[in-house]
């Protein structure tokens, strides 16, 4: 007979999106139950397990579950705040058409263990404080290493930013909070140009 808590995990997961991961953490109850329910669903291809405690659950093909993206696996081990840096911040924001072989991802605080196919880099605690997003990351990183890898111009990159500001995916006054407590020189000059032509309270 399946247990109440293996039954609790089960319908949990069924009723999770693909391309989503989970963690054990978030379920009460032993954790020896708990992590057992886990294990079980991975062996039954209901999940993949990408490292411990932290499971994916993807699209299905004849060869088995679809595994996340390096990069998707980085960020949600940095956890909130955490976002692209380098090639894959430009990349993110359409101002590259590279696409990074290996990509790097920002990070509030100490860098997590290894995850394989990715380099992490460490950033301010605020990043996590103000729960930025991935794109907020992205554009403070952009900032940070102006011009490394664009492809086009400051006006460009200001156009961006400005799209992104109108259709709510990222807040210019969160970004603000944190370049003010940013040591990076660069960094803080850029924004206050874009601040002068941007409308944020």
Do not use: C
Not at 148 to 157: F, K, N, Q, R
Request: net charge positive; charged share 25%.
């Amino acid at each position: 007979m399946e247990s109440s808590i293996a039954a609790k995990v089960k319908s949990r997961v069924s009723r999770m999106p693909l391309r989503s991961f989970v963690s054990a953490s978030v379920f009460g109850g032993p954790s020896g139950a708990v992590d057992a329910a886990f294990s079980r669903l991975a062996r039954d291809g209901k999940l993949l397990r990408v490292r411990k405690g932290l499971y994916w659950k993807g699209p299905v093909t004849r060869l088995g579950m679809v595994p996340p993206a390096p990069e998707a696996v980085a960020i949600k081990v940095g956890g909130k705040g955490s976002g692209p840096a380098g090639v894959a911040a430009v990349h993110r924001l359409g101002l590259t058409s590279q696409v990074p072989g290996y990509p790097v991802i920002a990070v509030p605080g100490k860098t997590p263990s290894d995850v394989p196919g990715v380099q992490f880099s460490e950033r301010s605690w605020s990043r996590r404080e103000l729960n930025l997003s991935e794109d907020e990351v992205a554009v403070i990183e952009v900032l940070r290493d102006w011009p490394s890898a664009v492809e086009g111009t400051w006006a460009d990159l200001l156009k961006t930013i400005s799209l992104l500001n109108e259709s709510s995916r990222i807040r210019l006054e969160a970004i603000a909070k944190d370049v003010e407590r940013e040591r990076h020189v660069g960094l803080r000059e850029r924004w206050a140009e874009v601040s002068k032509v941007m409308e944020y309270s």
